[in-house]
């Protein structure tokens, strides 16, 4: 029998009266629900008192679970200590970049360097680990939530100068990779070196670059703190964290994942529709991607939070449509996720996040979500059988944490350039052409797949640029856009023109940048259609390449825009603006040599192991739409798992998904 994908959420039972517990065990069993995690704001009633615990209610809790054969996840309450721990330790409290010392009140208000919160960490994280680590119930360690807490204390300030020290090993280096020779900011002793503090004006993207890789390396020992407790009473459960995804986190993912069990992610789209679909793609292809480091065989990773129901879109929180929130959830399980949670179980009556979502609403469990969820609980056991198949990528993109970062920095030449909305431009535009992405950072091995975009990777290191080489010297086709290459990982500018590193790679050199202003657009001639072209546009020189398209009209007019160089038995092409979603697809369609995606509408993700292939399809058009196995690669003998019919041909309702279960047919 299959492993069964997880399917549940964060179940916060001391919100309730135990008779609402004894009935919520009921509706997740029929609901079908098999993993629940809990604990994860619980610290204040585990630990009322310093060294006082109360475990009784959370034995009753884990008990009833396991006797209705439903698993837990168990978090360790660290993201937010109880009221006692900060007036106990005022010095554990987390210090604003302008000096302001936070206080309890909300939550995730902790020093991650405080030496009082570490041993407070790990205190409880040991108390549960010892109550429970024999528990029935336990599945999975969740520690934490979302970390992300900022803080610049005196506490920061030393752990971040020790960091430095085993980073640049010495002063003069510092100074050197800072560029502290401008402004007089050369330091000649570590002790005046402060985190990066409200300023007077522009803060040194260097020192604030290497603040925010720090902060991820703190955080990171603050979970494997706790990750060694806890694997030292049980090394046979996995141990796992929930990555946020936001510019506010300093989590750098692809060094957590090599610390983790199995990556756990919370993904909330912010758009709902095919933009939400694109962006739970995105989510997901990264996690998959990010799972590649976790020590082991299988990838595994896990949609640990999703919003049940509802989409936050920033101004309002708006229902999801009739069906989203299965597709957004298979979306996932199809690229790899072990299962689909959500937060939370039950929506909060009070507290701060009262009007948020629940797998069980404030209607109760006669409600739309409530049957939706029931509905996806019994379609999850039916696809299971795919959940160890590889994901088939024909595609890749690059991901940089770090120079998502970089990028946020005032310095730049232009505030509207954006990392993320590069990095997910691309991937959408893959993405509507049917192409399932893999993401990479180059420090690796690069992928095997025959295409590779390059967006906006401001920070290149020599090493990563010869990767980048090779990749296309042994026949890849890469695709870099503007900014790319154009600093070293200290963030200095590389000189001689842009695109620093990967000028040979391209055959081109940059001269000059001419970023363009707000409502500003420039003509780009891509053969029978003009693009025009917003926010970015460079003066290119050909060192080598062909150009591929020209820029028309204003200062760069007849100058290249868009280029293309083989090297090896691949091809290097640079995009020196940026182009609209339209002109970015018909680009990497001619790169790639392929057309667009020969069924517009349908999402088609493609999962392979030795017994078998599983494609998923999922219909994102509003009409009926009719398919066929051999479409995508399967034999006749191909059957839609959660329809349950054979699907030798199949009408796939509007908003519907299929799972194909068949073998693979040689094209
Ligand atoms: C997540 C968080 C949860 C809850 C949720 C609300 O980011 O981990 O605790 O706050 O958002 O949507």
């Not at 135990?18 to 629940?36: F, H, I, K, P």
């Not at 528990?135 to 992300?148: C, K, T």
């Not at 092409?573 to 349908?602: H, I, N, Q, V």
Request: proline content about 7%.
């Amino acid at each position: 029998m299959s492993s069964p994908l997880w399917f549940g959420g964060d179940y916060n039972p001391e919100q309730w009266p135990e008779e609402v517990q004894a009935e919520d065990v009921e509706l997740m069993r029929r609901a079908g629900v098999n993993l629940v995690t809990v604990g994860v704001f619980s610290w204040a009633l585990l630990e009322p008192k310093e060294g006082e615990y109360r475990f009784e209610w959370l034995d009753r809790v884990l008990d009833r679970l396991a006797d209705a054969g439903i698993g837990v996840a168990l978090a360790t309450p660290t993201a937010s200590p109880p009221p006692w721990f900060g007036l106990a330790h005022p010095d554990a409290m987390p210090v604003t970049a302008d000096g302001t010392r936070l206080t309890h009140g909300s939550r995730d208000t902790y020093d991650v360097c405080s030496p009082a919160y570490r041993e407070a960490s790990v205190r409880i994280a040991r108390a549960l680990a010892e109550r429970y680590s024999g528990h029935p119930a336990l599945r999975l360690w969740h520690v934490h939530n979302e970390y992300g807490t900022w803080s610049h204390s005196e506490h920061t300030a030393g752990a971040f100068r020790d960091w430095l020290r085993g980073r640049h090993v010495d002063l003069d280096r510092l100074n050197a990779a800072w560029t502290t020779a401008f402004w007089s900011q050369h330091y000649s002793e570590w002790e005046q070196i402060q985190p990066p503090r409200a300023t007077q004006y522009l803060p040194n993207p260097a020192h604030v670059l290497d603040f925010r890789r720090f902060l991820s390396d703190a955080m990171l020992d603050h979970f494997l703190s706790q990750r060694d407790v806890l694997r030292a009473v049980r090394p046979d459960v996995p141990v796992t964290t929930n990555l946020a995804f936001g510019d506010w986190v300093p989590v750098d993912p692809w060094r957590w994942a090599e610390h983790l069990d199995l990556v756990a992610v919370d993904d909330y789209p912010d758009r709902t529709g095919q933009g939400g679909a694109e962006q739970t793609a995105f989510a997901a292809d990264l996690a998959r991607s990010w799972a590649e480091r976790v020590p082991g065989p299988g990838r595994p990773w896990l949609l640990m939070e999703q919003a049940a129901g509802v989409t936050y879109t920033g101004e309002v929180t708006r229902p999801k449509a009739p069906g989203e929130t299965a597709r957004h959830s298979l979306a996932h399980v199809a690229r790899g996720s072990r299962g689909a949670m959500f937060f939370q179980w039950r929506a909060s009556r009070g507290g701060a996040e009262q009007w948020h979502s629940g797998m069980v609403p404030h209607a109760g469990p006669d409600s739309r979500i409530f049957r939706e969820v029931c509905e996806l609980g019994s379609v999850l056991p039916r696809v299971a059988e795919a959940r160890d198949a590889d994901v088939v990528a024909d595609a890749a993109l690059t991901w940089d944490p770090e120079c998502w970062w970089a990028l946020g920095s005032p310095s730049l030449p232009a505030r509207g350039v954006d990392y993320l909305e590069a990095a997910r431009q691309v991937h959408r535009v893959l993405w509507r052409s049917g192409r399932t992405v893999d993401m990479v950072r180059p420090d690796r091995d690069l992928p095997r797949v025959p295409l590779l975009v390059v967006p906006a990777l401001y920070l290149l290191s020599d090493e990563a640029a010869e990767r980048l080489a090779r990749y296309t010297e042994d026949g890849g086709t890469l695709v870099v856009t503007f900014l790319s290459g154009a600093a070293d990982p200290d963030g200095t500018v590389r000189t001689g023109g842009y695109p620093g590193a990967l000028r040979d790679l391209l055959g081109v050199r940059v001269e000059e940048v001419h970023p363009l202003l707000p409502g500003d657009a420039v003509g780009v001639d891509l053969g029978s259609v003009r693009e025009e072209v917003t926010l970015w546009s460079e003066h290119v020189h050909l060192a080598g390449a062909e150009a591929v398209a020209h820029y028309a009209g204003g200062p760069l007019d007849g100058l290249p825009a868009v280029t293309r160089r083989r090297h090896g038995a691949g091809e290097a092409w640079y995009l020196s603006a940026r182009l609209s979603d339209r002109g970015l697809a018909r680009l990497l369609a001619e790169a790639a040599g392929t057309g667009p995606f020969p069924e517009p509408g349908l999402e088609v993700v493609r999962r392979v192991d030795r017994d078998g292939a599983w494609v998923f399809v999922t219909n994102h058009d509003n009409r009926p739409r009719w398919i066929d196995p051999a479409r995508f690669g399967l034999d006749a003998g191909a059957r839609d798992l959660v329809s349950g019919v054979s699907a030798q041909g199949m009408t796939l309702p509007g908003g519907g998904v299929a799972v194909l279960r068949g073998h693979p047919v040689d094209n």
